[in-house]
């Protein structure tokens, strides 16, 4: 398939794991990729790899300048974006009591509010999308169930609603509405279940260990791969999702069928 030929995406958090084998897929599909990654050896590897033309950005999301020159330098250097994939996303598991000011912003500061400013610089540009502009946004099964992990799991909530809001504000009959002819722009989210990425295989014995026990529980019989995400991804962002909005899709292995003890 070749869905995205001629068209243009940026892939945040794209220097490994989902955000990285979403890039690929895009690429693979036709698309002109840039990652953005706060890892800049990471991300200019990854671009590497994909060749292409795929474009290494070193950003930050919680930094607004540097959101804002990773949209600029995409449209220096293709003059425009149809596709944002809002990937970054910060866990560190602080327990609920432990949860002072700075835990908040290191991890909501980047899933949440990071997703935010990227939104926010890539808008007039995903508006003038010829072919209509896609967000997805990568949230989490904990932002739909009680998993724990309360300040991501919170973040991740957040987006959902983000991503409704967004939905209608840019919708392509609100647009209408306020005298634009832009065709609007789609927003959707891809809450995952636990996939097999370097945040759990760089974690230590532990981290492992607990992958091998969920591997068990999942009904679907494994854990995810980043693969399972970008397929999905790459669905909500093309044509084929063309009359799809505001959504969540859980991409989970049958986590959220019943209750299951991730302990
Ligand atoms: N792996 C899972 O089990 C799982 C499950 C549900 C949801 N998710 C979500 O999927 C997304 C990707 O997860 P992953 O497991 O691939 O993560 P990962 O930790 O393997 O990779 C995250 C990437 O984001 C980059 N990054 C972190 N902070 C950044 C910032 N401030 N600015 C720019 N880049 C930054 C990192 O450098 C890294 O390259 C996240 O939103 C995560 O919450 C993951």
Not at 11 to 30: K, M, N, S, W, Y
Not at 209 to 217: F, I, K, P, S, V
Request: glycine share 12%.
């Amino acid at each position: 398939m070749r869905r995205f030929e001629g068209r243009v995406a940026l892939v945040t958090g794209a220097a490994r794991g989902i955000g990285r084998a979403i890039a690929v897929r895009l690429a693979e599909e036709g698309a002109a990729v840039a990652l953005a990654d706060r890892d800049e050896d990471g991300v200019v590897a990854a671009a590497a790899a994909i060749g292409a033309g795929a474009m290494p950005l070193a950003c930050d999301v919680v930094d607004r300048a540097s959101v804002d020159a990773a949209v600029s330098a995409v449209i220096a250097r293709h003059g425009r974006l149809d596709v944002l994939v809002n990937n970054v996303g910060v866990s560190s598991g602080t327990a609920f009591e432990e949860i002072d000011d700075a835990a908040w912003r290191e991890q909501a500061g980047p899933t949440l509010h990071g997703a935010v400013r990227c939104v926010q610089a890539a808008l007039p540009h995903l508006l003038a999308s010829p072919v209509g502009g896609a967000v997805v946004t990568i949230g989490s099964i904990n932002g739909l169930a009680a998993f724990g992990d309360l300040v991501y799991s919170a973040a991740k909530a957040g987006l959902q609603s983000l991503n409704q809001n967004l939905a209608v504000l840019y919708s392509r009959r609100e647009l209408a509405a306020r005298g634009s002819s832009s065709r609007g722009i789609r927003f959707n989210l891809v809450a995952p279940g636990t996939i097999r990425t370097p945040a759990w295989t760089d974690g230590g014995p532990e981290r492992m260990a607990r992958l091998d026990r969920l591997d068990r529980l999942y009904p679907a019989g494994r854990v995810g791969e980043p693969e399972d995400i970008a397929a999905a991804v790459a669905f909500l962002a093309s044509d084929d999702a063309s009359w799809i909005t505001g959504i969540v899709l859980p991409v989970d292995g049958g986590a959220l069928t019943g209750p299951l003890s991730f302990d």
